[in-house]
Nanobody, 124 residues
Framework: QVQLVESGGGSVQAGDSLRLSCAVSGITFSGHAVGWFRQAPGKEREFVAVINRSTHSYYADFAKGRFAISRGSGENAVHLQMDTLKPEDTAVYYC??????????????????WGQGTQVTVSS
């Protein structure tokens, strides 16, 4: 059984950093991509970043240069380092597992297991 548990969310000021973690069980990284998505109140869920089976990473335009996704060393976890946070980054952040083709790697429908989410609130 695949299980994902996010942690690391919180309330911070604009310009601060947060590191989200997604503890993964029931799968091997060699066979799956692990992505981060977010959903703000009243908005659709949107892609943030993903690390694929070959450890290549892909980012949404708003995340490039500020966010970094990585696999934990010696642990079954994926992290999302978020720097220079902005109020518009406020959302619930979810990690998800899937086996998307490269052309659809940013598509939430390609991911079949999701965590419960962790709240990130950035105040100005």
């Amino acid at each position: 059984q695949v299980q994902l548990v996010e942690s690391g969310g919180g309330s911070v000021q604009a310009g601060d950093s947060l590191r989200l973690s997604c503890a993964v069980s029931g799968i091997t990284f060699s066979g799956h991509a692990v992505g981060w998505f977010r959903q703000a109140p009243g908005k659709e869920r949107e892609f943030v970043a993903v690390i694929n089976r070959s450890t290549h990473s892909y980012y949404a335009d708003f995340a490039k240069g500020r966010f970094a996704i990585s696999r934990g060393s010696g642990e079954n976890a994926v992290h999302l380092q978020m720097d220079t946070l902005k109020p518009e980054d406020t959302a619930v952040y979810y990690c998800a597992v899937g086996r998307p083709v490269l052309s659809a790697i940013r598509n939430a429908n390609m991911y079949y297991t999701w965590g419960q989410g962790t709240q990130v609130t950035v105040s100005s």
